[in-house]
């Protein structure tokens, strides 16, 4: 396979073993030998974003996919995978098995389809992706937006610093 293009998707889960029910997920991408998974992120663990309440931690990371696939078979494939790991969609935003969404093309494309946004329309927002992603693929650019390393950067600064204090 020449496998040319370099996307990177945000992985994550909340209900079960996230981190075994991740290594399945990059096994069955990878099965037919059409998607690699080349580079994957630490986890992170973080407090749930929206969805109800009192649901558990997500763990949340980043992986670099290199595929001849196009954005929409990528984000098609993702979906089957996710399915296959046991992720159902009852509740919006509510405990899953695995989530797996399509972030950033390393060439910067943009798709606006009814199925698909690239990048990935929340991915500068979210510390939670972006800190992983830094991880893996810092000089990646979201294009119109900036460079992951330093949008990562900006989201985890405090907002404001204390005042010196006077002695
Ligand atoms: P979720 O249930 O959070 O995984 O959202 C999946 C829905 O978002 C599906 O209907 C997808 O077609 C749509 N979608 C749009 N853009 C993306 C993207 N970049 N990655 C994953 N899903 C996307």
Same mark, same amino acid.
């Given at each position: &396979?020449?496998?040319?293009?370099? /996307?990177a +998707?945000? +992985? @994550?889960?909340?209900r079960?073993?996230?981190?075994a %029910? =991740?290594?399945?997920a990059a096994?069955?991408?990878e099965a037919?030998g059409? *998607?690699r998974v080349t580079?994957?992120s630490?986890?992170?663990r973080?407090?749930?974003v929206?969805? $109800? &309440?009192?649901? @558990?931690?997500f =763990?949340?990371?980043?992986?670099? #996919? %290199?595929?001849? /696939?196009?954005?929409?078979?990528l984000?098609?494939?993702?979906?089957?995978?996710? %399915?296959a790991?046991?992720r159902?969609?009852?509740?919006t935003?509510?405990p899953r %098995?695995?989530?797996?969404?399509?972030?950033l093309a390393?060439?910067?494309r943009?798709?606006?389809?009814?199925v698909?946004t690239?990048?990935?329309?929340?991915?500068?927002?979210?510390?939670f *992706?972006?800190?992983?992603?830094?991880?893996?693929? $810092?000089?990646?650019?979201?294009? @119109? *937006?900036?460079q #992951?390393?330093q949008?990562?950067?900006?989201?985890?600064? $405090?907002?404001s610093s204390?005042? $010196? +204090?006077?002695a």
């Amino acid at each position: &396979m020449a496998a040319d293009h370099r /996307f990177a +998707v945000a +992985v @994550g889960g909340n209900r079960g073993e996230v981190a075994a %029910t =991740l290594n399945w997920a990059a096994a069955l991408l990878e099965a037919d030998g059409l *998607v690699r998974v080349t580079i994957r992120s630490s986890l992170h663990r973080t407090a749930a974003v929206g969805g $109800p &309440m009192g649901q @558990g931690d997500f =763990l949340n990371g980043a992986w670099v #996919v %290199t595929t001849d /696939f196009g954005p929409h078979q990528l984000l098609h494939r993702l979906q089957a995978v996710e %399915t296959a790991c046991g992720r159902t969609r009852t509740i919006t935003w509510g405990p899953r %098995t695995c989530d797996l969404d399509l972030l950033l093309a390393e060439d910067g494309r943009i798709c606006a389809s009814s199925v698909l946004t690239l990048p990935h329309p929340r991915l500068h927002l979210r510390a939670f *992706v972006l800190a992983p992603l830094a991880e893996i693929a $810092p000089d990646w650019r979201i294009p @119109g *937006v900036g460079q #992951v390393s330093q949008l990562a950067a900006a989201l985890a600064a $405090p907002l404001s610093s204390p005042a $010196p +204090v006077k002695a």
